[in-house]
Structure formats: C-alpha cells, structure tokens
Nanobody, 123 residues
Framework: QVQLVESGGGLMQAGGSLTLSCAAS????????IGWFRQAPGKERDFVTA????????YYADSVKGRFTISRDNIKNTVYLQLNSLKPEDTAVYFC????????????????WGQGTQVTVSS
C-alpha cells in the first residue's frame, strides 16, 4: 500500500510563496504519475498539476500556469509543488495523489491519496 505524505502548507499573505512536498513510501506501478489537487471548503476537488515520472512531462491547470511549478527528486521519491504569487483564491487543502500510467486531470483516475495540507492565503 502506497503512502503519500504532504507537508509544507501554511498561512501566507497574497503575493507570497510556499513549497509543498509529497513523499511516497514506495512505488507499486512501473509507470506512474503524481498529481496535485486542491479542495476549498464547499467545493469540488480540482486538478492543479501533475508530473509523469517516466519522462518528467508536466501539465498545469490554467489557473496556476506560470505561478506554480511541479518538480521531482528521484532519489528522495518526493514531488514538490512551488507556489508563487499566491492569491486568496489559492486557499484550499492541497492533496497529492498517485496513479498508474500517464497524466489525468480527473481525481477519480488516481489510486492513492495523501492526507492533505492546508494552504491559506490572506489578502
């Protein structure tokens, strides 16, 4: 059973930056994707970005393109999400998730989920 653990959330002012981490306990898929999603109170869980571990290709939601960056550390088995130019509307619980094969923007396509980390952006 894969375990994903997010960390790095916190309270920031608008315009600030944060780095979230997603550490995985093991790998069960030969090819896999790590995605980041976020969920604000009363709203659905939305796709943020994802990285295909096989070739490092990435995909971003339009709402975060140019502000957020996903990256990986193969040795540490960890994925990072750099959040820059934060806006109040970025406030949400951020989750990382893992799925077999390539990138999908649907949360239903992901098999394993972390517990989430809260990001709060004040105006």
């Amino acid at each position: 059973q894969v375990q994903l653990v997010e960390s790095g959330g916190g309270l920031m002012q608008a315009g600030g930056s944060l780095t979230l981490s997603c550490a995985a306990s093991e790998r069960t898929f030969s090819r896999y994707t790590i995605g980041w999603f976020r969920q604000a109170p009363g709203k659905e869980r939305d796709f943020v970005t994802a990285i295909d571990w096989s070739d490092g290709s990435t995909y971003y939601a339009d709402s975060v393109k140019g502000r957020f960056t996903i990256s990986r550390d193969n040795i540490k088995n960890t994925v990072y999400l750099q959040l820059n130019s934060l806006k109040p509307e970025d406030t949400a619980v951020y989750f990382c998730a893992e799925r077999a094969y390539g990138i999908s923007i649907s949360p239903r396509a992901y098999d394993y989920w972390g517990q989430g980390t809260q990001v709060t952006v004040s105006s």
